[in-house]
């Protein structure tokens, strides 16, 4: 069977994750969508997403690469940062992925604003 990229990217990004622990993933599919999951089988959860077996998104639009992975202590808190992020706009995820926390804040800070208004 041949080696998964993603997963060996997503141990570049976390070298020390481990069977059990929750992570929130980020995945750019083909289309350039960003697909959010959540797993306490990262490595298992990205084959499956790479053969078409993980949920209908991926394998409609198959994952290009690996954006970002976060290691949380439990599932029911990786599944609630799941739910957060999958809420957040596009530009919000990518300023996430690129690191850029000014950004981040800017455009939290903007729709809170924009709700305030209405």
């Not at 954006?67 to 999958?86: D, G, M, N």
């Amino acid at each position: 069977m041949k080696p998964n990229p993603l997963i060996a990217e997503a141990h570049r990004l976390v070298p020390n994750i481990a069977k059990g622990q929750a992570a929130v993933y980020f995945l750019r599919l083909n289309s350039g969508t960003i697909y959010v999951g959540c797993s306490t089988t990262l490595d298992q959860r990205l084959d499956d997403h790479l053969c078409g077996q993980a949920c209908r998104t991926t394998q409609v639009d198959s994952p290009a690469a690996i954006l970002r992975v976060e290691i949380l202590p439990t599932f029911s808190e990786a599944r609630r940062r799941e739910a957060q992020l999958k809420r957040w706009s596009r530009a919000k995820k990518e300023a996430l992925i690129r690191g850029e926390l000014t950004v981040l804040r800017k455009l939290s800070h903007s729709r809170s604003a924009a709700r305030t208004k209405n």
